[in-house]
């Protein structure tokens, strides 16, 4: 089945505890982004990357990274979170360049709250 | 960076009423989606359309991109289609997406 998964779908931790939030893809797509959603907000990218080893910042990069080795991995890394960074966060990805291809297709979420 | 307003913010509607759900952008944009966000949190891509007419079910969408607006046709409502209706657009394929605030529909039985 052609999916988009994210890990964990909830977590909960405290201020300056590194984490790792892992995205994973099986449609062999290019594309892949991070979004945070948060109420009154509406959904604001993070980051993006065109390729492996191609990564680009969204519109709200400050205190995330994100790498892309392989195609099919999008991980977003915070190195010392904070409670400003307790969100919904959505993976997504799709094909470049391909017309109807373009079409994102969403992970299920993650909720993250920094205490 | 790319303007995207969405109308109305809110609407409630009985169930089998239709409904037209706008997207108002301020530049050029070469992608231009559709998502429904259910009340699960889930997103689901409904369109992709850059420009032009696609119709799916009850569901059609239309954007006039030399007039920067695009709109999202219900027809029949059911309330399984409850939830946040997003637009979403980009200024070239696979690249920075900027969202609206979205719709928060409700349908009544």
């Known amino acids: 089945e052609a999916q988009v998964t994210q890990n964990p779908r909830y977590l909960i931790t405290v201020t300056g505890k590194k984490l790792t939030v892992t995205c994973s893809q099986n449609m062999n797509h290019e594309y892949m982004s991070w979004y945070r959603q948060d109420p009154g907000l509406g959904l604001r990218q993070i980051y993006y990357?065109?390729?492996?080893?191609?990564?680009d910042k969204g519109d709200v990069p400050e205190g995330y990274k994100v790498s892309r080795k392989e195609k099919r991995n999008f991980p977003l890394i915070l190195e010392s979170p904070s409670p400003n960074q307790t969100s919904l966060y959505f993976c997504?990805?799709?094909?470049?360049?391909?017309?109807?291809?373009?079409?994102?297709?969403f992970g299920p979420g993650t909720r993250l709250t920094v205490l | 960076g790319i303007q995207v307003e969405q109308s109305p913010p809110d609407l409630i509607l009985q169930e089998g009423a239709n409904s037209t759900l706008r997207c108002n952008f301020s530049?050029?944009?070469?992608?231009l989606q559709w998502f429904h966000q259910n009340p699960w949190g889930q997103l689901i891509n409904l369109f992709y359309?850059?420009?032009g007419t696609k119709q799916n079910g009850r569901l059609s969408a239309t954007t006039v991109a030399t007039e920067r607006y695009s709109l999202l046709y219900i027809s029949s409502s059911q309330t399984t289609d409850s939830g946040v209706y997003f637009c979403a657009v980009g200024e070239t394929s696979g690249s920075r997406l900027t969202f609206g605030e979205g719709t928060q529909l409700t349908v009544n039985p």
């Open positions: 997504a990805s799709s094909f470049v360049g391909q017309g109807r291809k373009d079409t994102q297709y």
């Open positions: 990357s065109m390729n492996v080893e191609v990564t």
């Open positions: 530049d050029s944009v070469n992608n």
């Open positions: 359309i850059p420009s």
